[in-house]
């Protein structure tokens, strides 16, 4: 489990920002880890301010919500840079998924660091075809910290780094996730990829001539 070089007291504190990533597929409690540092530093009475980017509306328009329904208030914003306002004067910024913001996401976590907040962002590491996923890889590059978190396969079982896309839309971004995700393992994902490709059909002998 993360514990925090430190918690509390951060004004006092010579180098007091910096950047964690928690990073992993769909269903591995990225969010709720998210929310388990959050609160912590509440209870250290640090200043929390959440955000989240405004297209995912899945459940509550001002909450982030995990699939355990432990939820903690945040504010949807289109652009990473309407952070940095909305951030100010806050000692701890989380951002809850963090891959669906453009590649500027990175250069605003490094200035909120650099002005001494502490950062917190969880995200999707990978999309549903197995690619890094927007700004996640470049933000687990310049981060202090990264936590990555696995969910369980649920064909075999085995510890799942993968999100396996049930629903056959092509669209990197597609919400309601439990209906249309599935966390798998590296076997397991690799054998439901192969079985989505379309069998390219061979020349039948009449074809050839
Ligand atoms: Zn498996």
């Known amino acids: 489990m993360f514990i925090e070089p430190r918690v509390g007291n951060g ?3 010579p180098h007091r920002g910096w950047i964690e990533v928690v990073a992993g597929s769909m269903f591995s409690g990225k969010t709720e880890e998210l929310i388990r540092r959050l609160n912590r530093a509440k209870i250290a009475r640090q200043r929390v301010e959440i955000f989240k980017p405004s297209l995912d509306t899945r459940y509550h328009e001002h909450d982030v919500v995990s699939h355990n329904a432990t939820s903690i208030r945040s504010t949807p914003v289109q652009l990473p840079e309407e952070m940095l306002l909305l951030a100010s004067g806050c ?11 453009d590649a500027s996401l990175v250069d605003v976590c490094n200035q909120l660091a650099n002005q001494g907040t502490r950062v917190i962002v969880a995200g999707l590491d990978m999309d549903y075809t197995g690619k890094p996923f927007g700004p996640m890889p470049a933000l687990m590059a310049v981060a202090e910290f990264v936590t990555k978190v696995n969910a369980v396969c649920v064909c075999c079982g085995e510890v799942a780094a993968y999100s396996f ?18 966390a798998r393992c590296r076997p397991c994902f690799q054998a439901g990829m192969q079985e989505k490709t379309p069998v390219v059909p061979r020349p039948t002998a009449r074809q050839e001539r």
């Open 11 to 13: 004004r006092e504190a």
């Open 91 to 101: 000692d701890v910024v989380g951002i809850d998924e963090a891959q669906f913001f």
């Open 165 to 182: 896309r049930i629903a056959a839309s092509e669209a990197q971004v597609l919400l309601g996730e439990t209906d249309s995700y599935e």
